[in-house]
């Protein structure tokens, strides 16, 4: 189910937005036009304008509600009373059943040229990856304080290799067209990057 974070937009801006990602999801952006936008809604390209004032408007506006959505969501998934283990594995669960419900997200940020045309577009992906790393860093600087994951690689470099597994897992169902379980890949991945940081209880004797 679709969360809604999208602050004071109108009920029809929300309408728009829904409408186009059911056409990223079904045709991609070379796909996804005002026109075939409108005729989806039965409504004129003008009515299309008077809410957002380009197709690169309507991108942004979604993409600043997954980013807003993100942070949120993060926020509300994990709690104190969680071992970094447990929130890590909460964050990353959260993140594959929100792209699994809503795959237009996907497509949108996994787009090819999409970020190359539009710096406004470009700007708005790379605060999504921000506020992904931000929750992802506090749990892996946790983990490391309390001997959880390990220290003999550094904190700056483990967040690359945790977002970049994530990333490429992401662009492989992308590509694929949604053809493997998100969920399950999703939760193999998870326990491989576990096997990757923490610390082996070999190590802790």
């Known amino acids: 189910m679709l969360i809604d974070y999208t602050g004071n937009k109108t009920y029809r801006q929300k309408e728009i937005i829904a409408a186009a990602g059911s056409i990223l999801t079904r045709s991609g952006v070379k796909g996804f036009t005002i026109k075939n936008l409108a005729f989806e809604l039965k409504l004129s390209e003008g009515a299309i304008y008077r809410h957002f004032s380009s197709k690169e408007d309507l991108i942004v506006s979604m ?9 949120e969501r993060l926020s509300q998934t994990t709690s104190p009373d969680q071992n970094p283990e447990e929130k890590f594995v909460a964050i ?21 040229g999409l970020m190359e045309a539009s710096e406004s577009i470009n700007a708005v992906i790379l605060k999504i990856m921000g506020v992904k790393m931000k929750h ?9 304080k309390d001997g959880v994951f390990t220290n003999a690689i550094s904190a700056d470099e483990l967040i690359h290799i945790v977002i970049g597994t994530f990333r490429l897992l992401m662009f492989k169902w992308r590509v694929s067209n949604f053809y493997f379980d998100l ?16 610390v082996s209880n070999q190590n802790k004797k």
């Open 63 to 71: 993409l600043e509600f997954l980013a807003a959505n993100m942070d």
């Open 92 to 112: 990353f669960k959260s993140q594959f059943a929100f792209f699994n419900s809503n795959p237009h997200y996907v497509v949108a940020v996994f787009s090819d």
């Open 136 to 144: 992802v860093m506090a749990v892996i600087k946790e983990g490391q």
């Open 183 to 198: 969920d399950q890949t999703g939760e193999r991945m998870i326990q491989s990057l576990l096997l990757i940081i923490k």
